[in-house]
């Protein structure tokens, strides 16, 4: 196998043979992000890719899950990611899932036939990261999409009968606007109501151009008990469809509570215990033991 600088997955991704398909991201603009602004984008030679497929195969004896990596492998055109997505069934048929990160607007550009293609050939989970409901936030960070636009591809997605990874940031409105943030997070699961929504919390890493604003006091950050009471706000304010379950998960590494449950069943209870953590701050998570 052969990588190309730091390679990230989705925490879901622990035991699944990671395999570079594109270089980067395409995108590489979000403000709090510094993930890939080190590379240049660029699409693999097929080959390449296909050749580490083999080579992958003689170093296992099995393979249960694979990840396309790096920011948005989504957005090759279709006959190439079949070609890949091929490969990996002819190569690995054991493989019982594919799954990639995608933007929105990768999901946008796919019309629904090729979605049902990618889903008929093994991709069961595509990774969005939303990061937040609000379009004035979503705007300052230049994601690059509106919440029109998430929320039509995540249903896209979910039509499709691939199961929608959406990823939410506690604390990315800063003070100012951790209210807007919660409230219209809130509203976007509830219009979305994907088959996963988690949540991370607001971490900079050099290289982050958010990290700057902090450290020049453009932006400032939400303590953690600010990071909490915006979570109980958003939590508060979700109503998902009942028909469809929404599992939720706030347990990475970054957060200052976990939080483990589905949606609506276990909303009053990850709303008792947001409130318990408010009361005795003590169950936050220490900051030294928190990382990305």
């Known amino acids: 196998m052969r990588y190309e600088g730091n390679i990230y997955r989705p925490p879901s991704e622990a035991y699944s043979l990671l395999v570079q398909v594109t270089i980067g991201c395409s995108h590489n603009k979000c403000t709090f992000c510094s993930m890939f602004k080190d590379k240049r984008f660029r699409v693999r030679d097929p080959k390449e890719v296909l050749e580490d497929l083999d080579s ?45 990160y995608g933007s929105s607007r990768d999901v946008l550009h796919k019309t629904p036939e090729d979605l049902k293609k990618l889903r008929d050939a093994g991709v069961g989970i595509i990774y969005i990261g939303a990061e937040t409901g609000s379009d004035r936030i979503l705007k300052d960070i230049h994601k690059g999409s509106d919440r ?28 100012p606007l951790w209210q807007e943030h919660a409230i219209e997070t809130a509203s976007m699961i509830s219009k979305m109501s994907p088959t996963y929504a988690s949540l991370l919390t607001l971490m900079l890493e050099p290289g982050a151009p958010l990290r700057e604003d902090v450290l020049e006091g453009r932006f400032q950050l939400l ?30 590494a970054s957060n200052y509570i976990s939080l483990r449950g589905t949606l ?8 008792a215990e947001l409130r318990m953590a408010m009361e005795n701050t003590g169950l936050l998570k220490d900051e030294r033991f928190r990382m990305l």
Do not use: W
């Not at 953690?224 to 939720?248: Q, Y």
């Open 148 to 175: 029109a636009q998430i929320i039509e591809a995540v249903q896209k997605i979910e039509d499709a009968g691939i199961a929608a990874s959406v990823t939410f940031i506690s604390g990315l409105g800063g003070k």
């Open 56 to 100: 992958a195969r003689k170093m296992y004896r099995r393979i249960d899950k694979i990840f396309l990596c790096d920011g948005d492998a989504l957005c090759l055109a279709t006959d190439k990611l079949m070609l890949i997505l091929d490969k990996i069934h002819d190569t690995f048929p054991e493989c019982k899932r594919v799954s990639v």
């Open 264 to 271: 609506p069943a276990d909303k009053d209870r990850m709303i």
């Open 223 to 252: 303590s953690p008990e600010e990071v909490v009471a915006e979570t109980l706000l958003m939590m508060k304010n979700i109503n998902t469809d009942p028909a469809r379950e929404c599992i939720f998960r706030s347990n990475h």
